[in-house]
């Protein structure tokens, strides 16, 4: 069996896209799966280009039991956030705001797509995570 896991896209116009994500693991985990695919989002319809780039302005999350990181996507993959913790946590929810700065911005690292992958660690049977994700879409 493998973990349960879903995404939604709330949101996807020009400017931003907001994404939900969960997961209700049965002990398996996830290793750098893409979760977020820039180039799947809504093209800009001024002039149809391509979404390259994303940048992260808010972060809702309830995790339990296990760490959560989500990854900028490159040849290396580059820790753009950790949530959570560990099994002696329990569960651990919260918001986080960076648009005070402008973003949590990617690393740009060699190989980077501009995706979003993420990674579990720690996780048992019946861990899970909600994420809800506020992006802001760069061309």
Do not use: P
Request: aromatic share 6%; glycine share 10%; charged share 20%.
């Amino acid at each position: 069996m493998a973990d349960a896991v879903t995404s939604q896209t709330i949101v996807d116009t020009d400017k931003r896209a907001i994404i939900k994500l969960t997961n209700l693991s049965d002990g398996n985990g996830e290793a750098s799966v893409k979760k977020v695919d820039v180039s799947a989002l809504t093209a800009r319809s001024l002039d149809s280009a391509t979404c390259s780039r994303v940048t992260i302005d808010q972060i809702w999350y309830d995790v339990g039991g296990m760490r959560v990181d989500l990854e900028w996507a490159a040849t290396t993959n580059v820790k753009a956030l950790m949530l959570g913790g560990s099994a002696a946590a329990g569960n651990v929810q919260g918001h986080l705001d960076f648009r005070s700065f402008g973003g949590v911005k990617n690393t740009e690292a060699s190989g980077v797509d501009g995706d979003i992958d993420l990674t579990t660690s720690g996780h048992t049977n019946l861990d899970h995570y909600t994420i809800v994700l506020e992006l802001r879409k760069s061309y």
